[in-house]
């Protein structure tokens, strides 16, 4: 049924894929502030080691998407690791140039510095596969998108809403409609940055540290309750000194 229709199809693969990384960092997330506040501390690295740096769920609610579409949807939905990262260029920025930060400009600049930021770290990542990747036309084109996309939006619900069409409209009407250009939105542009994770091999990643049915069984041959041994590092000793050292 699925596979008859081209849209269900990519509708399909990008749920999966939304799914395998937002697992995929929930795992992560979930472990960092146990490592980061419990085990090393500010005590040696500072604010960075406050619990209250290291919150435990990084995602926020849904319904800033319905409220405020795009922009809820990276700004307030989708996990905010980077935030403080990608706001110290831009406030930097804006101090030098004098841009007040509330300003038109201050936000353009700030949307732009956040999302050139996200689109060199994924692009970078992509570089270093070992796939046929395409960093450029792939990660950083997606998160250039992005940003272009919420200053559109932006732009038009201001507009909309200085010639009065917004209080017009009630509030159920206004949030189906977010719900419907973010995702048509998304189904257009995310292969982008889900087809270079394919391309490189990030789907073989293990999302999930421990599990349960696996170890009672029911996973494939071999697989245990710990999941992560084959992505651990280890020393491979091959038939050659050149083919002998550390594994990943």
């Known amino acids: 049924m699925i596979q008859k229709s081209h849209i269900l199809t990519n509708t399909y693969r990008l749920l999966l894929s939304l799914s395998a990384v937002y697992t995929a960092l929930w795992a ?3 472990l960092g502030p146990v490592f980061v506040c419990g ?13 209250w740096m290291n919150p435990y769920d990084m995602y926020g609610s849904y319904s800033l998407i319905l409220d405020k579409g795009l922009t809820g949807w990276w700004s307030g939905w989708w996990h905010q690791v980077f935030r403080f990262a990608f706001e110290a260029p831009a406030t930097r920025l804006m101090r030098a140039l004098g ?106 990643f293990e999302p999930v540290p421990f599990s349960p049915l696996r170890g009672l069984g029911f996973g494939q041959p071999g697989d245990q309750f710990f999941c992560w041994w084959n992505q651990r590092i280890w020393w491979w000793r091959g038939k050659h000194w050149w083919d002998t050292g550390i594994a990943l």
């Open 99 to 204: 841009v007040e930060k509330r300003s038109v400009t201050g936000k353009i600049l700030s949307l732009l510095v956040a999302f050139v930021l996200s689109g060199c770290i994924h692009a970078s990542g992509s570089y270093t596969q070992l796939g046929d990747t395409r960093p450029l036309m792939g990660p950083m084109r997606f998160f250039l998108l992005q940003g272009v996309a919420i200053f559109a939006q932006t732009s038009f619900v201001q507009l909309a809403t200085r010639a009065g069409l917004v209080d017009m409209c009630p509030k159920s009407l206004r949030r189906l409609a977010n719900l419907i250009v973010v995702h048509v939105w998304l189904y257009y542009t995310a292969p982008l940055l889900v087809d270079d994770f394919a391309r490189g091999g990030v789907w073989l």
């Open 39 to 51: 085990v090393i501390g500010p005590r040696w690295i500072g604010l960075r080691g406050e619990a």
């Open 28 to 30: 992560i997330f979930k």
